[in-house]
């Protein structure tokens, strides 16, 4: 019962939100199927119906028919005169009077462009693009094989060379035919271990030891090292402002909600 009174309540509200329906699409009985029946089918208003392919527009409109005529059916038989009806009806005017007031007070937030930049300010810390690593690895079963592979890269003249050689030789991983290469990634990307050891190389340096994951035992080669950066302001500008919307919100959610528990009787049992 639950889901199906959640089920109705996002209907409504995504009903309440369409405008007025000036073009319909087919007839049932006389009741026209609009824009709007359809885009509730699709439980998203923002979809252009007519941009759909023919044949899912199609089965689109099959599915409102549909839908009209089980409404009618069920109103036909009487269900509303059913304890059960009454009873979630009553559920729903609850919760949908509760989801409506909820995203009024949401609405009712607003976040300045000087509180944006002001907590932008304070916190670049956190606004920084991640150091990039460029990097190849050979991935061994056991520890003595990555050492023999290490001690061949040892003896190398060309490490580069011979490390692109022996990744596809012994690499036990799918990047091996390609020569280990991995391509370009933020450092925090790979496990931790991995990441770790990466990072802690420069440009044309490859690990000295075995680093071990749960894949196995990998031998790194750094191709090259992309520096972290701080990011400008107009590239976080909307996550910022949307983590102060959300902020505020809860703030102001958790004072409403302490002012009324104090005003109510409660008895918890």
Not at 86 to 95: G, M, T, V
């Amino acid at each position: 019962m639950r889901k199906i009174v959640s089920s109705v309540i996002a209907t409504l509200i995504l009903s309440t939100t369409l405008s007025a329906a000036t073009d319909y699409y087919a007839t049932v009985n006389g009741d026209k199927i609009t824009k709007d029946d359809l885009a509730v089918i699709l439980r998203n208003k923002n979809v252009d119906i007519n941009a759909l392919p023919k044949d899912r527009k199609d089965k689109i409109i099959q599915q409102a028919i549909k839908k009209k005529l089980f409404t009618s059916e069920a109103i036909k038989s009487g269900i509303e005169k059913e304890k059960e009806f009454k009873d979630a009806l009553s559920k729903i005017k609850d919760d949908l009077a509760l989801e409506i007031w909820m995203q009024k007070q949401f609405k009712s937030i607003k976040v300045t462009e000087n509180e944006a930049k002001n907590y932008f300010n304070k916190n670049k810390s956190k606004f920084k693009q991640p150091t990039v690593l460029e990097a190849r690895h050979i991935l061994l079963k056991n520890e003595a094989d990555a050492k023999k592979v290490i001690a061949k890269l040892n003896k190398a003249k060309n490490k580069k060379e011979e490390f692109v050689k022996l990744a596809k030789e012994m690499s036990k991983g799918p990047t091996a035919s390609k020569g280990g290469y991995l391509g370009k990634f933020p450092e925090n990307r790979m496990v931790p271990a991995f990441s770790k050891a990466a990072k802690a190389l420069k440009a044309g340096q490859y690990t000295k030891s075995p680093v071990k994951t749960q894949f196995g035992y990998h031998v790194i080669y750094l191709e090259s090292k992309t520096a972290s950066k701080p990011l400008a302001y107009n590239k976080v500008e909307n996550r910022i402002k949307q983590f102060l919307l959300q902020s505020k919100f809860k703030e102001k959610m958790d004072s409403i909600s302490k002012k009324l528990k104090k005003e109510a009787k409660i008895v918890i049992k």
